[in-house]
């Protein structure tokens, strides 16, 4: 069996097509030539990654893994791929967090314009992959965070079908280089959601003014300002509603990238542990050999390949995304959330290993251990996915997709499963949208599962509910009881 972890020596993402693992082999060998020295004293030095960078631009890394096939003038290696854009995550954060940073905002940057119609635009981002530029995303403020409603980017129409910009963006990564920077802001003329306008704006533009970095570290997170920024027809990515739902969409797919880099930390920082506790001898033994030292690794390890293994699940789910399949709804914010802090989890284990050794300055460990904290905090709080995941996990676990099975007899409704997740008035609904009958039919629910062989009656339903007739040994009609009001179905 394949280590699940990554190795660099034998690294070879075999489920993927010749020309992506060509990119992400050629990828793993930078770093590895470069070598740790240089990889721990630029980080230490704060030096701005441009050699990276003018690796990625020889190369078409960026070009290959950000730009939409539909975007890519018929080049077979250019398409927009969770699962190979998940790899390069793990890749780039196992060497470090700046290096995963720049491409992540990279990503962020794009979604508003590859969502958008405008032509001209998408055209113009995929020249600037091409040429090697790396993009950012306009979005929070100083005074405001991420709050979008109360964004203080004022435009204000310049009589010629364009705007003048002016206001202020806060942390905003590659914002002092990226060739294209996706800006949110409002009309000035315009009140409400109405006014909402996301525009390309361009780093180089002398209306462009680079105030500071805000962090201490080697990754560039700008403040910037627009002073009279002109914003052309073309320039305009979104309006309205429009723009509003495109932050809000990159924002969920994009951000989804925080779970991998978060897994490359951990196996980078559980190599160093295990190599440092090994070579270590105390007492006469190797500290591995230490049974509680045995068990911190096992523990560790078991929760690292969860953390692989859950995020492989969410990405096929973001995969096969549609209208009719939404599990990424609730994969997406349980991966942020929960890798990410366990990631943490995962760190701290290996710290009681690799102990002191995890404090110096020409280790990998103290990077990790210093930017895990932060893959949480980035994708804003915690307790914004858990709300998120309640509001998707009865859907999932009580509400089966219409890609379930009917009861033999019955027709499955155009807007819901036969199966429960419409409620009663939604099945009355349906059918008079497509010319059936008006009648209401009792939502089916499945046994619990082992209880197929079973008599009917001792079927089971959940939430509770009481059991009005039996149909088969398969399914069961219940009725809501009167501690539940949800109709609701288990599936076996």
């Not at 398409?79 to 390069?88: E, K, Q, V």
């Not at 440092?276 to 523990?299: C, I, M, Q, S």
């Amino acid at each position: 069996m394949a280590d699940p972890l990554l190795n660099p020596r034998t690294y070879d993402p075999a489920h993927l097509d010749s020309e992506s693992r060509r990119l992400l082999r050629a990828t793993v060998d930078f770093f590895e030539q470069r070598g740790k020295k240089a990889l721990v004293d630029s980080y230490n030095d704060h030096t701005w990654y441009g050699d990276f960078l003018d690796f990625a631009a020889k190369s078409g890394l960026f070009a290959a893994f950000c730009t939409p096939a539909a975007d890519g003038a018929g080049d077979p290696a250019k398409r927009w791929d969770t699962a190979r854009n998940a790899a390069l995550s793990e890749v780039l954060g196992f060497y470090g967090l700046g290096y995963w940073y720049t491409w992540q905002v990279t990503v962020l940057g794009l979604g508003p314009v590859w969502q958008s119609d405008n032509a001209a635009a998408r055209a113009r981002a995929a020249t600037l992959l091409d040429a090697g530029h790396v993009m950012a995303f306009g979005l929070s403020e100083r005074s405001h965070g991420a709050d979008i409603y109360s964004t203080d980017m004022l435009l204000t129409p310049d009589g010629e079908g364009g705007f003048r910009a002016t206001g202020g963006k806060y942390y905003i990564g590659n914002g002092n280089v990226a060739g294209l920077v996706s800006v949110f802001g409002r009309r000035a003329d315009v009140d409400g959601p109405d006014g909402y306008v996301f525009f390309a704006a361009d780093s180089r533009h002398p209306a462009y003014h680079l105030v500071r970095n805000v962090v201490n570290a080697q990754m560039y997170v700008s403040e910037f300002r627009l002073a009279d920024y002109p914003v052309r027809a073309e320039d305009v990515l979104h309006t309205g509603k429009a723009a509003f739902d495109a932050a809000l969409n990159t924002v969920n797919v994009g951000k989804f990238n925080l779970c991998t880099a978060s897994i490359g930390i951990c196996e980078h920082a559980m190599f160093e542990a295990v190599t440092h506790a090994h070579n270590r001898v105390l007492y006469g033994r190797r500290v591995t050999d230490f049974p509680h030292v045995r068990r911190e690794l096992t523990d560790a390890y078991a929760r690292l390949v969860a953390m692989k293994l859950f995020s492989d699940r969410a990405v096929d789910y973001f995969r096969s995304a549609g209208p009719d399949d939404r599990r990424y709804l609730l994969f997406n914010p349980m991966t942020k959330m929960k890798v990410t802090t366990e990631g943490e989890k995962v760190v701290d284990l290996l710290w009681d290993v690799i102990a002191a050794k995890g404090f110096e300055a020409d280790t990998y460990f103290d990077k990790a251990a210093r930017d895990i904290r932060g893959l949480p905090k980035l994708e804003g709080t915690v307790h914004v996915n858990l709300a998120l995941i309640l509001k998707f996990m009865a859907n999932y676990l009580f509400r089966p997709p219409s890609s379930r099975r009917c009861r033999p007899g019955t027709t499955r409704p155009t807007t819901s499963s036969c199966s429960g997740r419409a409620r009663p008035e939604d099945w009355a609904r349906s059918a008079s949208t497509t010319g059936g009958p008006r009648t209401t039919r009792t939502p089916r629910c499945r046994t619990w599962p082992g209880s197929g062989s079973r008599p009917t009656g001792s079927a089971r339903c959940w939430p509770p509910t009481r059991r009005v007739r039996s149909s088969s040994a398969t399914w069961t009609s219940c009725s809501p009881s009167a501690s539940s009001s949800r109709w609701s179905s288990t599936v076996s």
